[in-house]
């Protein structure tokens, strides 16, 4: 595993919860990296990016997300405030040379997710 997530778990509707990537294998500095998440029944989604300094948030989570460098090298986090019912996925660390790639959601490393639910 090159990506490994961690920090997901269950919360209230309004609660927050911090997860955190690390690359264990490889490095990814010069790479893109972010998160993407897939809940029930859809198709993995974009959600956050760094890229060369500058960060990327998908619509339905600019505001409350905000995604980090993490205290390890190449490591990021994402820090979830004001969660809903609706942000209840599977979320992947992702990384990639090009920013589109995680945009489209099809990056070319991501490793195991992590599960975040939200009750409402």
């Known amino acids: 595993v090159q990506l490994q997530a961690s920090g997901g778990g269950l919360v209230q509707h309004g609660e927050s919860i911090r997860l955190s990537c690390a690359a264990t294998t490889r490095t990814f500095r010069r790479y893109t990296m972010g998160w993407l998440r897939q809940a029930p029944g859809k198709e993995r989604e974009f959600v956050a990016a760094?890229?060369?300094?500058?960060?990327y948030y998908a619509d339905s989570v600019r505001g409350r997300f905000t995604i980090s460098r993490g205290n390890a090298l190449n490591a990021v986090d994402l820090q979830m405030n004001s969660l809903k019912p609706e942000d209840t996925a599977v979320y992947y660390c992702?990384?990639?040379?090009?920013?589109?790639?995680?945009?489209?959601?099809?990056?070319?490393?991501w490793g195991q997710g992590t599960q975040v639910t939200v009750s409402s």
């Open positions: 760094m890229s060369e300094g500058s960060t």
């Open positions: 992702a990384a990639d040379p090009a920013l589109h790639a995680l945009f489209e959601a099809t990056p070319t490393y």
